[in-house]
């Protein structure tokens, strides 16, 4: 069965710099999603971020950026320039080809330090 | 707007009773599924829809209905064989399956608390 690890509950960074947060996973299959969900305060869940595994090239939208690494199952999510608003818990989710079900990370806190 | 809502925002259950919340698309997706998220944990999955009429359980369906008699609605119903319904709640939908038609969008949630 596959799983999702995100290894660090909390990180903290200070107001426009940078942090990554790290996702691994474990699956036998080659062709997959995996995405970033964020869940500020109002605790509404919005999409990041998302990768397709055949793809090599590392998704990009704005600030936000990841790390994937096929071969290690990872894939780690970069903030550039954090702002306040970026506070909330970012949650990591692998999704099959074949399989409607998304499989979740446990969540990583994110903090900004003004 | 195109989006998910989701009613009530807050829910009180008494025991033994059934409560039903509601969840409203109108991105014309294929795909709906119901999630269950507790504190300080991920999201796990109680029912998902590919179709109308159609239905399969997730991970904890026990206690647990759903419906869809149209396509842009799914409403879960939490029954009293449900003893440990307090938590967070949410609904989210998906194109169907297929390049770009994966992604799963949420809804604002529904928030339900046993008196």
């Known amino acids: 069965a596959q799983t999702v690890t995100q290894s660090q509950p909390e990180m903290s960074v200070q107001e426009a710099e940078t942090v990554t947060l790290s996702c691994t996973y474990d699956t036998s299959e080659s062709d997959y999603y995996l995405f970033w969900y964020k869940q500020p305060p109002s605790r509404q869940m919005i999409l990041v971020i998302r990768q397709e595994a055949y793809k090599q090239q590392n998704a990009t939208e704005n600030r936000f950026s990841v790390n994937f690494q096929k071969a290690a199952k990872s894939f780690s999510l970069k903030i550039s320039d954090s702002q306040l608003g970026d506070a909330a818990m970012y949650f990591c989710?692998?999704?099959?080809?074949?399989?409607?079900?998304?499989?979740w990370g446990a969540g990583t806190k994110l903090i900004i330090k003004p | 707007d195109g989006g998910i809502t989701q009613s009530p925002k807050y829910l009180f259950r008494k025991e033994g009773q059934n409560v039903t919340l509601s969840c409203e698309q109108n991105l014309n997706h294929d795909a709906m599924y119901w999630y269950r998220q507790d504190p300080g944990q991920g999201l796990r999955l109680i029912y998902y829809?590919?179709?109308?009429?159609?239905?399969q359980k997730g991970d904890i369906a026990e206690g647990y209905s759903v419906s869809r008699e149209k396509k842009e609605s799914f409403p879960l119903t939490v029954t009293s064989a449900q003893k440990n319904p307090t938590a967070f709640y949410l609904c989210?939908?998906?194109?169907?399956?297929?390049?770009?038609?994966?992604?799963?969008?949420f809804g604002p949630g529904t928030r339900l608390l046993v008196l």
């Open positions: 829809s590919q179709i109308v009429n159609d239905f």
């Open positions: 989210a939908s998906s194109a169907g399956q297929g390049t770009g038609q994966e992604t799963q969008y």
């Open positions: 989710a692998y999704r099959s080809y074949s399989n409607y079900q998304l499989i």
